[in-house]
């Protein structure tokens, strides 16, 4: 009986090592008033006819979006998408890492 409780001791002070390790690494998430949250935030309040999208007029409200809206407006419809402002800021970021 005595072997299965030091086994039994053992399994388990393993596990807890091994979900602190793991706990450890796990990076904390980005608080609440992070910049995303913020741009989120303006997108949001730009957005006046509240489709989801940004046009040129709503645009003027964010002036680097509108410096820069052609640009971003990939497709062409005429509307910035998050998912296009996404792949720009993307697209921005690995031409600075170069």
């Known amino acids: 009986m005595k072997k299965v409780n030091v086994a039994f001791v053992t399994v388990l002070l393993s596990a ?10 796990t ?3 980005a608080p609440k008033g992070d ?3 913020k741009m989120h935030e303006r997108l949001k309040a730009a ?9 040129r007029t ?8 509108a410096k820069h809206f052609d ?7 005429g ?10 800021r993307d697209k921005r970021a ?3 890492q170069k």
């Open 16 to 25: 807890s090592i091994g979900a602190s390790v793991v706990f450890a690494q």
């Open 27 to 29: 990076p904390p998430e």
């Open 35 to 37: 910049r995303a949250h």
């Open 47 to 55: 957005d006046k006819d509240g489709d989801g999208k940004i046009n």
């Open 58 to 65: 709503e645009a003027a409200a964010l002036p680097r979006i």
């Open 71 to 77: 640009e971003i407006d990939t497709n062409k419809d």
């Open 79 to 88: 509307f910035v998408t998050t998912a296009e402002l996404k792949a720009h």
């Open 94 to 96: 690995a031409h600075k």
